[in-house]
């Protein structure tokens, strides 16, 4: 008799088996690597249902009402990028462009920039809001593996990789559409902040019933946070990609706007000279 496989034992960071549900929240648990001290949710969206494409009023309410959310963050993210990549003339991709407004201000510094963004509403909402069309095609996708390859000086994730189901295969995607020497950069939530360590010893001291603030951290709605990493676990991802971490400097309105987040740039290496 063929024996219940976990999907989830597997970590998603590692790839070596033996997570076992570690945090229980409300909905769904979080995994947690022996090996790595990954955590992740139990939930993915590849195995939700379609979502509806419809921007009705209430959909387009709901994203009007979150518009601004992170909006103070872009032009910092600007700042960011202008100190390893000189924009003027670049092909950009903002893969999770949201509803594009990272885009628009590379489109104003003269870079030619294309956006991902799997939520058709948003997709729709850009188009309507900014006339900008999105693409709902994953980065892994044949339409951008096969026509996009080393094709992009700059791609950004912002507040993405903690969002998608395979981190490691998003950001494997994302390195082999940039051009050799190009630059990627990204921000997540810092899984190091009190509030997510304190929530941990309070689960431990509680035998796991609870959650106290990990549930605001991870979401089972689609397109909600599945994993949540330490600055040392995504820089490794990086590096398993096969990027070079770049040196950042953040100012103090900067380091105030990003003090609950890890914000990272990394280089794909340039070709050898022959
Ligand atoms: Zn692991």
Redesign the pocket.
Known sequence: MPTYQDPFSR??????DG?TPTYRLDKGAIYR?P????HFLNQLDGSAGEESTNLSSAGRRYIASRIDEGKHLHPLRLQLVEQHCSLAGAMTLDIGAGLGQFILLLQQQGASALGIEPSALRRAYARETNDLELSPHLAEDAYWQSSYSRSFDLITLWDVIEHVDDPHSTLAAAVALLKPGGLLCLDTPDREVFSYRLSQVVNRLSSGTLPLFLSQFYSTIRYGHKQIFTHRQITTLLQDCGLVPAPIHLDGQAKRAFSRKIVLAARKPPLPTP
């Open positions: 970590c998603k960071l590692c790839g070596q997570s690597c090996h790595c001290d990954f």
